[in-house]
């Protein structure tokens, strides 16, 4: 069974950093692209960023409202992702889920499975 | 950036209803466009890619059709566990962007 698991929330002062940690199981991690989204209280999905498998380059892609900021890395023989979150912001308040991210072009990306999400705070 | 509009943006059904949900992409995306379910406390869970392929496991009361522009996602036979925001998304490109939801009330 495909599992994904966040992990790292918290409530975080504004200009401070978090790292939130998504881990994996129940398929081979290596092979497959990683996305974050989030959600923020009230709204609706938002795209936050994803990770391409070394096959495709494990190069990453995000937001504009997060590039600059926010990087996505990976851990191939953990079975691991991370989104490290630097000068964070009350807007980055939100529910945060990672995706195992499916394609068939390596260009072009769909999130088959999710995990549950961890909530992150920004306040003073 | 493309950019993803849903309508309704909410709406309410009866048990046993069928309800249309439109997507509309502000440039043809294709069939690049996938469908999900999202539930209060819950992980999204994916109904539909390639704009009409169901996803394995879910119920063939859920489909899409569509290309380019102009998208739906149709729920047949409604059924109280249906209650839900539905997100419509494309990826034919970076960024990656979905629509602002439709909320369903059963």
């Known amino acids: 069974e495909v599992q994904l698991e966040e992990s790292g929330g918290g409530v975080v002062e504004p200009g401070r950093s978090l790292r939130l940690s998504c881990a994996t199981s129940?398929?081979?991690?290596?092979?497959?692209?990683i996305s974050w989204f989030r959600q923020a209280p009230g709204k609706g999905l938002e795209w936050v960023g994803l990770i391409r498998s070394e096959t495709y380059g494990g190069t990453a892609e995000y937001a504009a409202s997060v590039r600059g900021r926010f990087s996505i890395s990976r851990d191939d023989f953990r079975s691991l992702a991370y989104l490290q979150m630097n000068s964070l912001r009350t807007e980055d308040t939100a529910e945060y889920y990672c995706?195992?991210?499916?394609?068939?072009?390596?260009?072009?990306?769909?999130?088959?499975?999710w995990g549950q999400g961890t909530l992150v705070t920004v306040s003073s | 950036d493309i950019q993803m509009t849903q309508s309704p943006s909410s709406l309410s059904a009866f048990v046993g209803d069928r309800v249309t949900i439109t997507c509309r992409a502000s440039q043809s995306i294709s069939s690049w466009l996938a469908w999900y379910q999202k539930k209060p406390g819950k992980a999204p869970r994916l109904l539909i890619y390639w704009a009409s392929s169901l996803e394995s496991g879910v119920p063939s009361r859920f489909s899409g059709t569509g290309s380019g522009t102009e998208f739906t996602l149709n729920i047949d036979n409604l059924q109280p566990d249906d209650s839900a925001t539905y997100y419509c998304q494309h990826y034919t490109t970076f960024p990656i962007t979905l629509g602002q939801g439709t909320r369903l009330e059963i």
């Open positions: 995706s195992r991210g499916q394609t068939v072009t390596g260009a072009k990306y769909y999130s088959d499975h």
């Open positions: 129940g398929f081979t991690f290596r092979e497959y692209a």
